[in-house]
């Protein structure tokens, strides 16, 4: 079955540090998701992508932050300089198509990223 | 309460047991989901439940969905060790196809 993937697992960087973190969504999906979760906490949306722009993103997701979709398989995550307060569990997610809403969004296994 | 908040916060019961964990939303969704994490580990979809029904199973899950309550229930029958997990609901908004909003989760403890 497909799935979507992330690279790395886990992510040390120093703050200030410039931090990139990849995700393969599933080969057939078009819309793509940032979320993720300080430890113990829920799950925070960051940022929704289709069809090469943001579409929707959070009051977390400011200027530090970008996406991409550089080539046609893989969705980043750039993080300009990193805070302690970054220090969490980044899930990618795609979603088939919106057009009909019924459709799960499927998660990757998440980066954890620790700032020190 | 915030938008897709479980309850109870935690769950411990027995081996072999029925574990409910219940969800309240508040704005007008187009399909709610459960999702079940280990801990420290990813996300995994259980069930999507979409507006328009009120029951759906999946194997040894059932979930409800009130919509008139805004509120979904899952239940875990004959509940196993490898259950112990923690389990969210995700709403998305009815005006809005893009983001889900999670709630903080109920943490489940399967006893053996």
């Given at each position: 079955e497909p799935e979507v993937t992330q690279t790395p697992s886990h992510q040390v960087t120093q703050m200030g540090?410039?931090?990139i973190l990849r995700c393969v969504p599933i080969s057939n999906h078009l819309y793509f998701y940032w979320y993720?979760?300080?430890?113990?906490q829920k799950v925070e949306f960051l940022v929704s992508f289709y069809n090469n722009e943001i579409s929707?993103?959070?009051e977390i997701f400011d200027d530090q932050f970008s996406v991409e979709r550089p080539d046609g398989s893989?969705?980043?995550l750039k993080i300009r300089s990193t805070k302690l307060e970054d220090s969490a569990m980044y899930f990618c997610a795609s979603k088939r198509r919106a057009l009909v809403r019924d459709y799960e969004q499927y998660f990757g296994p998440g980066t954890r990223l620790t700032v020190t | 309460s915030q938008q897709g908040e479980e309850d109870p916060q935690a769950l411990s019961i027995q081996?072999?047991?029925n574990a409910t964990m219940n969800c309240s939303y508040k704005t007008s969704i187009?399909?709610?989901?459960?999702y079940r994490q280990n801990s420290g580990r990813g996300?995994?979809?259980l069930i999507l439940i979409r507006s328009n029904e009120r029951e759906k199973h999946s194997g040894r899950l059932r979930v409800t969905l009130d919509t008139s309550k805004k509120s979904s229930s899952l239940l875990i029958t004959a509940s196993r060790?490898?259950?112990t997990a923690s389990y969210f609901c995700a709403t998305d908004n009815i005006d809005r196809d893009d983001k889900i909003i999670f709630g903080k989760g109920t943490r489940l403890h399967i006893l053996p």
């Amino acid at each position: 079955e497909p799935e979507v993937t992330q690279t790395p697992s886990h992510q040390v960087t120093q703050m200030g540090q410039e931090v990139i973190l990849r995700c393969v969504p599933i080969s057939n999906h078009l819309y793509f998701y940032w979320y993720r979760q300080i430890l113990g906490q829920k799950v925070e949306f960051l940022v929704s992508f289709y069809n090469n722009e943001i579409s929707e993103k959070s009051e977390i997701f400011d200027d530090q932050f970008s996406v991409e979709r550089p080539d046609g398989s893989n969705f980043t995550l750039k993080i300009r300089s990193t805070k302690l307060e970054d220090s969490a569990m980044y899930f990618c997610a795609s979603k088939r198509r919106a057009l009909v809403r019924d459709y799960e969004q499927y998660f990757g296994p998440g980066t954890r990223l620790t700032v020190t | 309460s915030q938008q897709g908040e479980e309850d109870p916060q935690a769950l411990s019961i027995q081996e072999g047991e029925n574990a409910t964990m219940n969800c309240s939303y508040k704005t007008s969704i187009n399909n709610l989901q459960w999702y079940r994490q280990n801990s420290g580990r990813g996300l995994v979809h259980l069930i999507l439940i979409r507006s328009n029904e009120r029951e759906k199973h999946s194997g040894r899950l059932r979930v409800t969905l009130d919509t008139s309550k805004k509120s979904s229930s899952l239940l875990i029958t004959a509940s196993r060790a490898a259950d112990t997990a923690s389990y969210f609901c995700a709403t998305d908004n009815i005006d809005r196809d893009d983001k889900i909003i999670f709630g903080k989760g109920t943490r489940l403890h399967i006893l053996p």
